[in-house]
Antibody, heavy 120, light 107 residues
C-alpha cells in the first residue's frame, strides 16, 4: 500500500519559516518524481514545486510565487521529501499536499495534506 | 504560463445522467492533461492522464478525450459516489497548472 504522510505544518507569523516533511512508503522512492501542491480557498489547487529522481537528473522547478523563498529537497536514504518554506506570507496559507509524479503520468499518489497558516 | 479554463464551474445532475466537463488550455498542450476527482475533506485522486488513459482502479464509466487545447471528461452514467469536484491539470510545461474545478452536485 502506498502511503505519503506529511508533517511539520502549523501556525507561523509572516516572515517566519516552516519545514514540511513527507514520509513515503510503498513505492520505490528513488525512482519517484515528487511534487508539492497546495490548496487555498482563493486560488484552488496550485502546483508549488517538483523534484525529479536522481536518475532523471534531479531537476527542480518552482512556481513563481514561491521561487527564491521555498526549497524542495529529498533524502532517498530516508524515503522522505522536504519543503523548506522561508519568508512566509499570508498568501502561503493553505493545505499542502505531497504527491508522487509530476511527469506526463500525472500526480498519482497524494498524502492527506498538512495545514500551513501564516498569520500575525 | 498555460491557463486552463474549466466549464461549467458548477453542474447539477441526477444519478444515471451522462455528464461532460470541458477543459480548455490557453495554448496547445498535446495530450499532456490529467483529470482528478476530489471529495470534501480528501486529497484529489487521479482519474485520467495523457488525456485519455484511465488510471488503474478507476471505473470505466469515466473517460477522457481531446488534444491540443480542448479536452473533455465524461462520466457515462453518474453514480452516487461520483458527486465531487473535478479538476484538470496540464503537464506539458512548467509551471504545471490546474483548472478552476467543476463541482458536480445532486439534482
Amino acid at each position: 500500500e502506498v502511503q505519503l504522510v506529511e508533517s511539520g505544518g502549523g501556525l507561523v507569523k509572516p516572515g517566519g519559516s516552516l519545514r514540511l516533511s513527507c514520509a513515503v512508503s510503498g513505492v520505490t522512492f528513488t525512482n519517484a518524481w515528487m511534487t508539492w501542491v497546495r490548496q487555498t480557498p482563493g486560488k484552488g489547487l496550485e502546483w508549488v514545486a517538483l523534484i525529479k529522481s536522481k536518475a532523471a537528473g534531479g531537476t527542480i522547478d518552482y512556481a513563481a510565487p514561491v521561487k527564491g523563498r521555498f526549497i524542495i529537497s529529498r533524502d532517498d536514504s530516508k524515503n522522505t521529501l522536504y519543503l523548506q518554506m522561508n519568508s512566509l506570507q499570508t498568501e502561503d496559507t493553505g493545505l499542502y499536499y505531497c504527491t508522487t509524479g509530476g511527469g506526463w503520468g500525472g500526480l498519482d499518489y497524494w498524502g492527506q495534506g498538512i495545514l500551513v497558516t501564516v498569520s500575525s | 504560463d498555460i491557463q486552463l479554463t474549466q466549464s461549467p464551474s458548477f453542474l447539477s445532475a441526477s444519478v444515471g445522467d451522462r455528464v461532460t466537463i470541458t477543459c480548455r488550455a490557453s495554448q496547445g498542450i498535446s495530450t499532456y492533461l490529467a483529470w482528478y476527482q476530489q471529495k470534501p475533506g480528501k486529497a484529489p485522486k487521479l482519474l485520467i492522464y495523457t488525456a485519455s488513459t484511465l488510471q488503474s482502479g478507476v471505473p470505466s464509466r469515466f473517460s477522457g478525450s481531446g488534444s491540443g487545447t480542448e479536452f473533455t471528461l465524461t462520466v457515462s452514467s453518474l453514480q452516487p459516489e461520483d458527486f465531487a469536484t473535478y479538476y484538470c491539470q496540464q503537464l506539458n510545461s512548467y509551471p504545471l497548472t490546474f483548472g478552476g474545478g467543476t463541482k458536480v452536485e445532486i439534482k
